[in-house]
């Protein structure tokens, strides 16, 4: 049975998308132990951002022989993310923002739940609902930071709250970076259009911490 991964995390615009598309990149590829892996991607978002980025990609390079789209939505996505398992290593789910039941469905199916949280107060608060969702369904939750600016002074005293609250926090945090967003734009992830970057080292470095997590 395939791994399921959602990203999941109420607040709009924290990098749901972006995560989930850059992680099958680098797990389909062969940076990460020289072993590729087949990736089934389930969008349960209806802005269908993932979908649009797949599209592109296969306009641009063709079928892709790792990473497939499989349709699921509302209360059909339990079995259709049963059914990818048969033929996949990972499932990753995109969930949309305040959509509390595929949310939910999304959050039940999971090994793992990635939150991605940009390095705000107002976001770190804003991701309390969907920690207490996860603990709610008894799932593991792994929050990312995303889109750390390069110098913030309230940063160490925002991550030492986190802590002390026990957030499940990943070690491999997520800078702002413009490679992240240029690479979407060609159907691409970080880790194929641009491998030496510090984008693509911190997607890698996620990608290994959570199957860490998972084994
Ligand atoms: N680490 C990053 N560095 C720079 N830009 C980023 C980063 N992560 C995300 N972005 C940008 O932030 C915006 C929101 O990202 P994304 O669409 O992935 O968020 P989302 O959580 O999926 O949004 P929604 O809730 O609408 O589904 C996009 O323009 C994306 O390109
Ligand atoms: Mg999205």
Redesign the pocket.
């Known amino acids: 049975m395939a791994l399921v991964i959602t990203v999941a995390?109420q607040?709009?615009?924290?990098?749901?998308?972006?995560?989930a598309a850059h992680l099958a990149c680098a797990w389909a590829g062969r940076q990460l132990n020289g072993s590729a892996r087949k990736l089934v991607l389930i969008d349960l978002?209806p802005?269908e951002?993932l979908t649009t980025w797949f599209r592109l990609r296969e306009e641009k390079l063709g079928p892709d022989a790792n990473i497939a789209l499989k349709p699921a939505s509302g209360w059909r996505a339990t079995s259709e993310i049963q059914r990818a398992g048969r033929d996949a290593d990972i499932i990753i789910v995109?969930s949309?923002?305040q959509s509390e039941t595929s949310t939910r469905i999304a959050i039940r199916a999971a090994d793992i739940i990635i939150v991605?949280c940009q390095l705000s107060p107002l976001d770190v608060w804003a991701s309390r609902p969907i920690l207490e969702m996860i603990a709610r369904e008894n799932r593991s939750a792994l929050v990312v930071l995303?889109?750390v600016p390069a110098r913030a002074n309230h940063a160490e005293e925002l991550v030492s709250q986190l802590k002390r609250d026990r957030v499940p926090l990943a070690r491999a945090a997520?800078?702002?970076?413009?490679a992240?967003?240029a690479s979407?734009m060609e159907g691409l992830g970080v880790v194929e259009s641009d491998p030496h970057s510090v984008?693509a080292a911190e997607i890698r470095l996620l990608a290994s911490e959570v199957l860490r997590k998972v084994a």
């Open positions: 995390q607040k709009g615009g924290s990098g749901k998308t972006s995560v978002d802005q951002s995109d949309p923002p991605p995303n889109r997520l800078g702002n970076r413009v992240f967003t979407l984008a």
